[in-house]
């Protein structure tokens, strides 16, 4: 299966840390990548690969992976990490693409 | 500054056509495969085709295959989506994005959007 699950939403106090979880088959062949979706706003790529980074996005952000599943860890949440986060990978076919259905990350 | 911005979205009767456009800047654009997501208001992100960096490599997902094209024209750094016979539920706002690999195959990741372009289906 190529099917991608996701927790709908998960919140967390303003510094601690947060993981958001994205489980499946496909990602025993693929690591995650990982957007995060503002209102509003294009899509950013914040982890791409076992544990990258883009340019530009912060260090409290970071990745993991072990067997079925992908992790994105925010260590020290800020106000401005509330947001949706999917995650993605290609699928089976390794041509087409599958995204979870999202997180919705709260800062409390 | 490395943008994209997408136009071409509107009102649309169901089983009519729509093309979208997506123009690439500050980069070199065919150096990158290129792909279309959409998502519609208050759901999630869907991925709807991509195409290699030289045009010859497109898929699609199964809902709009053979119903939608990809395509590009790397002379003028623009990607299209060429969408017929649309129904209700292609309502969306479509992105387009850029892989971070040039062939339309596996990719560990899209790091360039647009801010996208609303496509509303209705009679």
């Known amino acids: 299966s190529s099917e991608l699950t996701q927790d709908p939403a998960v919140s967390v106090a303003l510094g601690q840390t947060v993981r958001i979880t994205c489980q499946g088959d496909i990602l025993r062949r693929f690591f995650a990548s990982w957007y995060q979706v503002k209102p509003g706003q294009a899509p950013l790529l914040v982890m791409f690969g076992r544990n990258n980074r883009p340019s530009g996005i912060p260090d409290r952000f970071s990745g993991s992976s072990a067997a079925d599943m992908s992790s994105l860890i925010i260590t020290g949440a800020q106000a401005e990490d509330e947001a949706d986060y999917y995650c993605q990978s290609p699928d089976q076919s390794i041509i087409r693409y599958v995204f979870g259905e999202g997180t919705t990350v709260t800062i409390l | 500054e490395v943008l994209l911005v997408e136009s071409g979205g509107g009102l649309v009767q169901p089983g009519r056509t729509l093309r979208l456009s997506c123009a690439a800047s500050?980069?070199?654009?065919?150096?990158?495969?290129m792909h279309w997501v959409r998502q519609v208001p208050g759901k999630g992100l869907e991925w709807v085709s991509g195409i290699g960096w030289n045009g010859d490599d497109a898929h699609s997902a199964d809902p709009v295959k053979g119903r939608f094209t990809i395509s590009r024209d790397n002379a003028k750094n623009a990607l299209f989506l060429e969408m017929n016979s649309l129904t209700y539920d292609d309502t969306a706002l479509y992105f387009c994005a850029r892989s971070r690999s040039a062939g339309s195959g596996y990719s560990d990741g899209f790091d360039i959007w647009g801010q996208g372009t609303l496509v509303t289906v209705s009679a």
């Open positions: 500050g980069f070199n654009f065919d150096d990158y495969a």
